[in-house]
């Protein structure tokens, strides 16, 4: 496996950087973009690092992304640094040893908010106007997508941490949305309720069931409008598990159980596009 760091985008704040893991060997290999948690304004492309590695080491090419966080990368700036991104990584695939047509997505937490927006509406215009000079024959549409502790339903999730008081999420949540309007607007779960989508390809949802940065029920109740929208959805529980579990404690046994479904998830779709 090697591993590089690429400048993706340009903007006022400087490059915005995706970090390459690389399988060794000729591929077409799996491809996949990540897009990092830490409530829209934290983070950065090394976050989820530990499970990137173990990806690649199974012969998944990764691009984890920069993007611009809150309060300067506020919904939708970040949604569509990851659009780009997207659009980026599949111009660029044949040059890590994939295709385009291999390319899925994997989120964690907000970051797993911001892949689901561009992964139910890859082609809004809210999202996709960047680039559009150097990569206007590519769209951000993903052949899969693992979501791991989505913030499915930020509403929801305003709601609850206002109700029990938790500042640290409400500061987040002031710093990212405008406006209660924006976080209904930028809202996977009313986007699915409402079928304002436009693509549902196959989802893997990953969630603890100690989760307590998320309300109990979000996973489920994505998995279920997801599954009535007609799309096709593995949702798996981890008892006792907490928020970002993998990344906290990744030689767990509940973390091998969840990468080895991960991985299994992915090579199974990208050997299915191979097929078509």
């Known amino acids: 496996m090697k591993t590089i760091d690429l400048e993706y985008q340009r903007g006022p704040g400087g490059p915005l950087l995706a970090r390459i893991y690389?399988?060794?060997?000729?591929?077409?290999?799996?491809?996949?973009?990540?897009?990092?948690?830490?409530?829209?304004?934290?983070?950065?492309?090394?976050?989820?690092?530990?499970?990137?590695q173990s990806l690649a080491q199974s012969g998944i090419v990764v691009a984890a992304l920069d993007f611009?966080?809150?309060?300067?990368?506020?919904?939708?700036?970040?949604?569509?640094?990851?659009?780009?991104?997207i659009r980026w990584l599949k111009a660029n695939a044949a040059s890590f040893g994939s295709t385009p047509e291999l390319v899925g997505g994997l989120g964690t937490s907000s970051g797993g908010h911001q892949l689901l927006l561009?992964?139910?509406?890859?082609?809004?215009?809210l999202y996709a106007s960047l680039g559009q000079d150097r990569y206007a024959e590519w769209d951000a549409s993903l052949r899969y997508v693992v979501a791991c502790w989505p913030v499915a339903d930020p509403w929801a999730r305003f709601v609850m941490a206002?109700?029990?008081?938790?500042?640290?999420?409400?500061?987040?949540?002031?710093?990212?949305?405008?406006s209660d309007e924006d976080m209904k607007l930028g809202n996977p779960q009313r986007i699915v309720e409402s079928r304002q989508f436009t693509h549902l390809p196959p989802?893997?949802?990953?969630?603890?069931?100690?989760d307590d940065n998320l309300t109990?029920?979000?996973?489920?109740?994505?998995?279920?409008?997801?599954?009535?929208?007609?799309?096709?959805?593995?949702?798996?529980?981890?008892?006792?598990?907490?928020?970002?579990?993998i990344i906290r404690a990744p030689d767990a046994a509940a973390s091998i159980e969840a990468m080895a479904a991960i991985e299994s998830f992915i090579k199974r779709h990208s050997a299915a596009a191979t097929d078509v």
């Not at 640290?168 to 405008?178: D, E, M």
């Not at 989802?203 to 100690?210: D, E, M, N, P, S």
């Open 22 to 52: 690389q399988p060794e060997g000729p591929g077409p290999f799996p491809c996949i973009v990540d897009v990092h948690g830490g409530g829209w304004g934290a983070g950065d492309r090394l976050n989820n690092a530990g499970m990137n």
């Open 68 to 85: 611009r966080l809150a309060p300067e990368g506020a919904f939708p700036a970040s949604v569509a640094d990851v659009n780009l991104g």
């Open 118 to 125: 561009n992964v139910l509406r890859p082609r809004d215009p």
């Open 162 to 178: 206002r109700r029990l008081e938790k500042a640290n999420l409400v500061r987040s949540h002031a710093a990212y949305w405008a």
């Open 203 to 210: 989802v893997l949802i990953l969630q603890g069931t100690a």
């Open 216 to 245: 109990p029920d979000m996973a489920e109740r994505f998995a279920a409008a997801y599954r009535a929208a007609g799309g096709e959805v593995e949702a798996l529980s981890f008892a006792g598990q907490p928020h970002a579990f």
